[in-house]
């Protein structure tokens, strides 16, 4: 498996293919901008894209979908219902920080973590950890996590958004992310990587070791 982390769009948002080295399919982990350079990157490994994975409907991480979606239109645009007020309201959340309103991104499906998901023989495993959104999903694909903005290196999600909440992040972190294998590697929405050891030791807020 090859991971490719870009940071794209108008906060530089990390949007991750994931590549199936067998099988040629490939996932994307949000959509944060800047479509043609996706494509570059797909063109490059001879990827054929399955599914675009979104964590959450903010602004920042749904960016390109609507591009892409015309570059790769048998690509299924998935993310949970939660968040489907977000993706609604695109053009006032970019309001709010001050950028350009975009189209509402299309949405082909919402999922939960009941949903059978799969890259290659690999099965990506979804969790629900609201807290940034109402509709935060990881996505745990062998021994890499995908956790969008809930969790980052040695910190967590803003929980002051739109349907931000502290103590559900903190049930989210400490139950579903920290009860995890130590060595898997969380690939963050924004920055560097960090590991689930790291992250229940050190995180500011959660971690053995934190400074709140």
Known sequence: MIIKKLPLGPIEANTYI???????????????GDAEVIKKELDALGANL??????????????????????????????????????QNIALQCAHFGIAGIEKPKIDEY????????????????????????????????KDLFSGDTVFYEEIGRCDLFGGSFSEIEKSIRNKIFTLDKDIVIHPGHGADTTVEHEVKYNAYFGENSRY
């Open 18 to 32: 994931v590549f199936d080295e067998v099988s040629k399919d490939a996932v994307l982990i949000e959509t944060s």
């Open 50 to 87: 399955k599914y675009v994975l979104l964590t959450h409907g903010h602004f920042d991480h749904v960016f390109g979908v609507n591009d892409l979606r015309k570059l790769y239109p048998h690509a299924k645009v998935f993310i949970h219902k939660e968040d489907e007020v977000l993706t």
């Open 111 to 142: 999922i939960d973590e009941n949903t059978n998901l799969s890259l290659g023989d690999e099965k990506i495993k979804i969790l629900h950890t609201p807290g940034h959104s109402k509709g935060s999903l990881c996505y745990l694909i062998e």
